[in-house]
């Protein structure tokens, strides 16, 4: 049982030290993907349970475009696909914008 506590131990501080190195490159990349208020506000209300419509009505767009949108941001890794019923994708965001110090525009 003390060799696996140890194998614990060992993968939080390796998961600690991969979180840290990687948060600066991440952050990057929310910054350049998310680059404008509309897309910063579907990215934080993209939670894995609103829909492309549901959030197209409170951005007040299409949801063509949310859907646009998170088939690229797939691309970059920082959302995930969340299966449906009727055989769907919705997406739901990987990082929080928040705590990498990005505001996140108000919803109307």
């Known amino acids: ?3 696996d506590e140890q194998i614990i131990e060992l993968l939080k501080e390796l998961v600690k030290w991969t979180k840290f190195q990687a948060w600066g490159k991440v952050k990057d990349v929310l910054i350049s993907v998310l680059d404008d208020d509309e897309k910063k506000k579907i990215y934080y209300l993209s939670d894995g349970e609103n829909s492309s419509r ?6 007040a767009g299409g949801k ?4 646009r949108h998170w088939s690229e941001w797939a691309n970059f890794n920082i959302v995930e696909p969340i299966p449906v019923r ?10 929080n914008l928040e705590d990498f110090g990005i505001d996140v525009p108000k919803l109307s």
């Open 54 to 59: 549901k959030i197209a009505d409170k951005i």
């Open 64 to 67: 063509d475009k949310v859907i």
């Open 86 to 95: 009727g055989g769907g994708l919705r997406y739901k965001k990987i990082f």
């Open 1 to 3: 049982m003390e060799r």
